[in-house]
């Protein structure tokens, strides 16, 4: 399978099984063009030889194994084999903001207000350590609703991971994602200290997250957000961690807020579009996402001159690494939901990620739960549904030439919005398709800047 596309003047071929990428000159792109798209070659404004010229030179890099490379074998994914090595805490089903877009029902998950305790939170990790395998560096990500709301259960929650680490011999990277607003000093040092990541979520300008991102009793919480997320970057130095946006219906202009962002001194940025039904106000939809394709290309112009300039950015959904991709099953199961990774809610339930928390259809067990061998159980009828969607099962991914760099999109969106985990969102795939084809040819575009 092959996708030919251009990025801004140059002419670029995609060899979507091997993901190497080829620039091409403007005959050879269209003949290329044509043959993907099944349309007669000897249409185009081109002398016959010239095609026969540039159809050989195709033919020749086919047999050398160079140009539409075949489907290599589906790699297995065996869910009640895999190990765990991610999880998401939610430790706190209650929210200090009331986002107007919040897939959480503003942190209450559909099931009321509530804090994860400790010994929950125990039973937790240890049946990641348990279910982990031979896996030696795992990943936990603290998550709410607002998980500084339960602040002491997050230390408990640490100081606990540090001890299976010792006793165990295995690493695990903690990550926090906070709304920011209950930030102050001893939690900035304690996170700064403690936390493998942090992601912090702001929307952008004032205006747009004021309107989306709003305290309890209605007001905005921009004023009172950025001071302390400002702080905790710098001291945080070169840790890792990221600013996280959502652009809705009513921000598409949101290279603005990209703008914004990078202005109040944030370089690590990742601004995504809102998932809503198309009924929602704030929804984006087959209506205006025209408009929004328009915009990442104005946002891709914006950084590629911030970066000519010496200025860095990272705007997370423009970077791909050609030369150093992940592994063909990482790249056909994603994120792992259900199989390698999952959530687990206040009151120990378990669910194949946080946004599947709350659906009964989901619940794969509970932590404190366990058989006559005192082993938690885990429903792997679910986990084994997870396991077999993935790109190669999904009809509209396996023939899909981006499949290799959204894994088949979302499971909890699709099931969301579509009412299957299998049926990707044809708004959301639209979306990732315009920000592939520009993270690949900004990749190209370095490259060559630095010959």
Known sequence: MIHAFEYRGAYLVLDVESGAVHEVDKPSYDVISAVEQGNAVNALPYSDSLID????????????????????????HNGADSPIKSMCLN???????RCSYCFAETGEFHGGRMLMPFETAKAALDLLAERSGSRHNLEVDLFGGEPLMNFDVVKQIVEYGREIERRSGKHINFTIT?????LDDEKIDYINREMFNVVLSIDGRKQTHDSMRITPNGKGSYDIIVPKAQKLVERRGEGEHYIRGTFTANS?????????????????????PVVLPADDPNAVTYDNIGRAIAEYDRLADFITVKRRKGEFVNFFHFYVDLDH?????????????GVEYVAVAPNGDIYPCHQFVGNPKFLLGN????????NVMLNEDIRERFAKCNVFTKPKCA???AK????GGCAANAEKLNGSIAEPVDVSCRLLKKRTEIAIGMAVEREKDNQ
């Open 325 to 337: 991709s992940p592994c063909l099953a990482k790249r056909t199961l994603g994120c792992g939901a």
């Open 53 to 76: 010229e540039i159809l050989a030179e195709i033919e020749e890099l086919r047999s050398a194994g160079m140009f539409d490379t075949p489907t290599p074998k589906v790699p297995s």
């Open 252 to 272: 598409l202009d949101f290279t603005e807020d990209v703008r914004a962002l990078i202005e109040l001194g944030f370089t690590q940025i990742s601004v995504e």
């Open 404 to 407: 290799y760099y959204c894994s």
């Open 178 to 182: 906070t709304n920011g607003l209950a």
């Open 399 to 401: 023939s899909c030439w």
């Open 367 to 374: 932590v404190n739960k366990k058989d006559e061998l005192g």
């Open 91 to 97: 430790v706190a089903h209650d929210c200090n903001l």
